[in-house]
């Protein structure tokens, strides 16, 4: 499997996020570190996600989905980093 982050901005006030929740969710296993921004562990490619992420957003919203290597840092709940550790990154 491989990890991607999935990072998006909806833009109407007052969006409904457990649709879109329950997408990501439904890709496999996840971590949701930072308000826009999931971690998800998922046999399926960037334009699938992507596919599936877009089926529960509005039109104008916008969401970025890319492969995470093993070259990263930043500043995160414990439990981010214990996890892509869990995930060999």
């Given at each position: 499997m491989t990890v991607?982050?999935?990072?998006y901005d909806l833009k109407s006030p007052g969006?409904?996020?457990s649709k879109l929740y329950e997408?990501?969710?439904?890709?496999?296993d996840?971590?949701?570190p930072l308000e826009s921004?999931?971690?998800?562990?998922?046999?399926?490619?960037a334009n699938e996600i992507r596919d599936i992420?877009?089926?529960a957003m509005d039109a104008n919203d916008s969401v970025f989905i890319t492969r995470v290597?093993?070259?990263y840092g930043g500043y995160a709940n414990k439990s981010l980093w214990t996890w892509l550790t869990s995930k060999g990154l």
């Open positions: 991607y982050i999935i990072t969006q409904d996020y997408k990501i969710k439904s890709l496999g996840t971590n949701h921004v999931w971690f998800v562990d998922t046999p399926k490619r992420v877009r089926s290597t093993s070259n």
